[in-house]
């Protein structure tokens, strides 16, 4: 099926167009890592240290499957992934961030997994 992206960026911005680095827009640092070939949905609600909120939501727009509730992810050498079939998802620059929240659906499997910290 056609990947088609949608996007909702707030107080932030991606490296490239749907993946790759994601900036805090107040202090132009970096907040994650979003690997944009494996997500069929992502969501990431951040606050980060110098006082900005901001949200990275990004959405395959073709994904109609009905998801599957998932557990936790497992971090591999700092990259977040699925614990079923070890496809990374993203990255979370834990220092940088006050509190953050993500939802993600992996393309592969379609398990939503959830989060908040
Ligand atoms: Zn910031
Ligand atoms: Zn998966």
């Known amino acids: 099926m056609k990947k088609e992206i949608i996007k909702e960026i707030e107080n ?10 994601m900036y805090c827009d107040g202090c132009n640092q970096t907040v994650g890592y979003l690997c944009y ?5 992502f969501n990431l609600k951040y606050k980060c240290k110098c006082g900005n909120e901001g949200c990275f939501k990004l959405w395959n727009k073709n994904n109609l499957e009905t998801k599957i509730n998932g ?3 497992i971090k591999i050498k700092n990259r977040l992934c699925c614990p079923s079939d070890k496809s ?30």
């Open 71 to 73: 557990d936790n992810l």
């Open 12 to 21: 932030g911005h991606l490296l490239k167009k749907y993946g790759s680095w």
């Open 88 to 117: 990374p998802l993203f990255s979370i620059v834990e220092n940088r961030l006050e509190r953050y929240e993500y939802q993600v659906i992996c393309q592969e499997c379609n398990t939503e997994y959830k989060s908040s910290h």
């Open 37 to 41: 070939t494996t997500y069929s949905y």
